[in-house]
């Protein structure tokens, strides 16, 4: 037989061994000789190049948990996704209910004193005095509303649902996306989702039994199934409705009965009464050392 001919015989023996055998990995690897080493994991290698496009798909799109890290800080919140499902509101005259037929992702965390102070205090404006942000920011306030409770991983507290709402222009503004107070609708869902009830309650709560009258730094109770902490009790949260703002949830200060996924409270002049200046602060409430809140992102 030819040289030709020999070499002829051998290519087609070969192809057909790598065909056969397990050696046609070698293939997927893109290797230009038969090489074992790439046999493990080739299938894998393959699959994560046809499919990197939904692996790496921004949370919007891939409905992902995410971290957002806050420029011009050090700071980041981690985002919990949530799936839309009917209505979890009660039908009577004081709620509508709506159906959330979009995504959305709310704060694993109750938003804390390091963060709300970068706000207050302009911190992240830093070392740039003459490149104001243009944003409103609530006056700062007249005394130290952490209580002496604890300030650095401590739930911010005693904001109005104004302030609230400057808070989360401000973050959009900050990290361009869109982050607001939950709807009571989108916050009780995500409540429901993290099923905790009465039967394990003491394990995620902090609640007027085992809170010794004053809130805890957050995220030290255990997680609910959905990966949020301190929705039941803790600081009660700002959320928005059809009638206007009301806190949700319960707090440190609340009996067992009146913490969880439907409690709530509506503001009254008193959760201010004691401000002394006139007119009274729009951006604290001196009184409410229960009022916190948790934000939402949309988009």
């Known amino acids: 037989m030819t040289i030709t001919g020999r070499l002829f015989l051998g290519a087609c023996f070969l192809m057909n061994f790598i065909q056969h055998s397990s050696y046609r990995a070698v293939i997927a690897c893109g290797a230009l000789s038969v090489m074992p080493a790439c046999q493990h994991g080739a299938t894998t290698a393959h699959s994560s190049r046809t499919s990197s496009a939904q692996q790496v798909a921004p949370p919007a799109q891939g409905q992902k948990d995410f971290l957002q890290k806050i420029p011009g800080t050090t700071l980041s919140i981690s985002m919990i996704a949530v799936v839309p499902m009917n209505s979890t509101l009660p039908h009577d005259a004081n709620h509508e209910n709506h159906k959330q037929s979009r995504a959305f992702w709310i704060q694993a965390k109750e938003v804390t004193w390091d963060l709300y102070d970068t706000f207050v205090y302009q911190l992240d404006e830093v070392g740039m005095p003459d490149q104001a942000d243009g944003m409103t920011r609530p006056s700062k306030p007249y005394v130290t509303f952490d209580r002496g409770w604890g300030h650095a991983g401590y739930p911010a507290l005693s904001m109005s649902a104004k302030n609230a709402e400057s808070f989360c222009a401000w973050l959009s503004a900050k990290t361009g996306r869109q982050y607001q107070l939950p709807t009571q609708e989108q916050w009780t869902q ?105 934000v939402v992102c949309t988009d």
């Open 190 to 294: 995500a409540c429901q989702l993290g099923h905790v009830d009465s039967n394990n309650i003491e394990s995620h709560a902090w609640f007027k039994l085992n809170s010794k009258g004053q809130t805890h730094p957050v995220g030290t109770k255990l997680k609910s199934q959905l990966g949020t902490y301190d929705m039941w009790g803790n600081v009660a949260e700002w959320v928005t409705t059809p009638q206007g703002p009301i806190l949700v949830g319960g707090s440190y200060r609340n009996p067992k009965n009146q913490i969880g996924c439907h409690a709530m409270q509506s503001p009254v002049p008193g959760w201010n009464e004691s401000d002394p200046q006139i007119p009274k602060s729009q951006w604290w409430l001196a009184d409410a050392p229960f009022a916190g809140l948790r």
